[in-house]
């Protein structure tokens, strides 16, 4: 079945966090909304979408604005290398466990569950998991028996989901445990891959290079070329309408358009990628080979895709 989603964004992973940050039972933000169970279990497997009266609602019930209600503000591109689709989930989950263990460091563990809503996937599995294992910390129970009724959790799951869940379980653990955050970005690392790891430790050792300085460095870019200025529209798209293209686009379709793009262009979509991204971007930026056949091909591909954000 097809997820119900807006202008491409599912909603349903970030009402599941919004709730379970609130430690409510589908049951219970029904009787608040005044609604059934069953919408509330829709929404939440992108089965269906409220409508718009629902969504004020939704916002206004947990202080949120409508684009955060939907996921607008959270789209990221957190893509790493020629990755398949699993490989670009595990690297967006691997983000916001990395963030989980700044949160935990900085304002201890209970912080991480109030996060939750703010984190970029919206993992469902994600946010169980932190509220569980607080749950079970509450309840004065060992952490090794709480990690391991996480893992009959995981067992639980469909195959597809379980890898994930797993990286997600092993992740938390060294987080609950006070483990460094070198010990924490190498286990990431590990369930990604090599390509990670090396991309990963070649950026911590470049120190010169700020955000700031990549983007200026792309500032006054002209043209590839007279007809490569297919992407030229997209100067004036606001962020989320970025995003939106970002969400959608393989890195190697990205890097191949911006390196026929203009300035204003590149670092329009290179500004709206988190700083690890936006290093491993703007790398490959630096070290891609190709033809203009390839960029206009790519560049084609970003406008089909931009259609459909500015709708």
């Avoid at 930026?285 to 459909?308: N, V």
Wanted: hydrophobic share 40%; charged share 25%; glycine share 6%.
């Amino acid at each position: 079945m097809q997820r119900a989603e807006y202008h491409g964004i599912a909603m349903g992973g970030k009402l599941y966090s919004l709730r379970t940050a609130k430690r409510m039972t589908q049951e219970q933000l029904a009787l608040a909304l005044n609604i059934s169970p069953a919408a509330i279990s829709k929404w939440e497997r992108n089965l269906s979408v409220p409508g718009v009266e629902m969504l004020w609602a939704l916002a206004d019930f947990f202080d949120c604005s409508i684009d955060e209600m939907v996921g607008r503000t959270l789209v990221q591109l957190e893509q790493v290398g020629s990755y398949d689709e699993e490989k670009f989930r595990l690297a967006e989950i691997g983000e916001d466990l990395l963030k989980c263990s700044e949160i935990s460091r900085a304002q201890g563990l209970l912080a991480m569950e109030k996060a939750i809503p703010r984190l970029k996937t919206n993992s469902r599995f994600l946010a169980f998991s932190i509220s569980c294992i607080l749950d079970f910390f509450m309840k004065e129970m060992e952490p090794e028996l709480c990690f391991r009724l996480l893992e009959n959790y995981i067992a639980t799951l469909p195959s597809a989901e379980q890898k994930e869940a797993h990286m997600i379980s092993e992740v938390l653990q060294l987080i609950f445990s006070g483990k460094n955050p070198e010990v924490i970005q190498e286990t990431v690392a590990s369930h990604i891959g090599m390509d990670y790891r090396e991309r990963v430790g070649t950026m911590g050792k470049n120190k010169k290079k700020s955000r700031q300085d990549i983007l200026d460095r792309y500032q006054a870019k002209k043209l590839y070329a007279d007809d490569t200025d297919l992407l030229e529209r997209f100067a004036h798209l606001d962020d989320f309408a970025i995003q939106v293209i970002l969400r959608n686009t393989d890195n190697v379709t990205l890097t191949t358009a911006l390196i026929g793009a203009s300035g204003n262009v590149v670092t329009r979509f290179l500004s709206n990628l988190s700083d690890r991204m936006l290093y491993f971007i703007s790398e490959d930026m630096e070290r891609w080979q190709g033809t203009l056949e390839e960029i206009l091909d790519a560049q084609k591909k970003l406008l089909e895709i931009g259609s459909f954000s500015e709708l």
